[in-house]
């Protein structure tokens, strides 16, 4: 049934995406707010899909941000891009440069004002993320960066990469954590998705002023410390890595 459920999704997801992405192009016309409550409505349309077809809801646990702000979150599947999308109002993600390229999401991330960041680029992309960072969080615009870079299954090492910490001493900000569990339901490539409740949690933020070691030491260890702990809740509940 799960495999069933999953073929119903995708076929609803492509439909959805594709009838909203040529409905929404007069919005390339308007402001930017329009784009970023037009994409807040795709994703919640996506998450009710997923409720609804395979049964996999969620739970919000902690205080959400709001206005200026830096996010950093654990990235497991392509389902807490849907929902931190869907609970960030006028949100910019630090994403790859080549997303902004993809069809159809691509020009409606650019109208958005994503913060593209090219991986090969060195310090000289550091510098544009950072100047492009400070112009979101002058917009009262919460900034959400997955400082692992790319989706990991749920139980792998953490490979904290030094963006994040780059935007914390520039930014001077604090940054509030995110853990999830969401690869329980959806893991990274697989076709399948299973029904459950997938748990997303903001954790206490960490102050600015740290030094960068110290910082991506509390940073790594709040994120995972939290992930470990909603994966076994899980797994209690009956998901098991893997199946």
């Known amino acids: ?49 997923l409720k609804h077809i395979v049964g996999l809801d969620y739970e919000i646990r902690g205080d959400v941000p709001s ?18 999308a869907a ?6 993600f630090v994403l790859k440069r080549i997303l902004l390229w993809t069809p159809p999401f691509g020009p409606y991330m650019a109208k958005v004002g994503m913060i593209p960041i090219d991986r090969g680029g060195g310090s000289k992309a550091v510098r544009k ?8 969080m002058a917009a009262d615009r919460p900034i959400l960066i997955f400082p692992e870079g790319t989706r990991r299954a749920p139980g792998a090492p953490p490979a904290y990469h030094p ?9 001077k900000t604090p940054v509030t954590p995110v853990a999830v569990n969401s690869g329980l339901y959806w ?15 903001f954790l206490d933020t960490i102050p600015p002023g740290m030094d960068r070691k110290s910082f991506m030491r509390q940073l790594e260890n709040s994120i995972e410390t939290a992930t470990v702990r909603l994966i076994k809740e899980g797994e209690q509940n009956g998901r098991v890595i893997g199946q």
């Open 87 to 92: 609970l960030l109002p006028d949100s910019t």
């Open 1 to 49: 049934m799960g495999f069933i459920r999953s073929v119903l999704f995708n076929l609803t997801f492509g439909v959805l995406t594709l009838v909203m992405a040529i409905a929404g192009l007069p919005l390339f016309l308007g402001p930017r707010p329009w784009m970023d409550f037009y994409g807040r409505l795709w994703a919640k349309a996506c998450l009710w899909l």
């Open 187 to 201: 893991q990274r490539n697989a076709f399948t998705k299973q029904q459950g409740t997938v748990i997303l949690e």
């Open 163 to 171: 963006g994040v910490a780059a935007l914390y001493r520039d930014l």
């Open 129 to 136: 993320m950072l100047a492009a960072a400070r112009a979101m």
């Open 67 to 84: 206005g200026a702000s830096l996010i950093a979150a654990k990235h497991q599947s392509a389902w807490e891009t849907l929902a931190l």
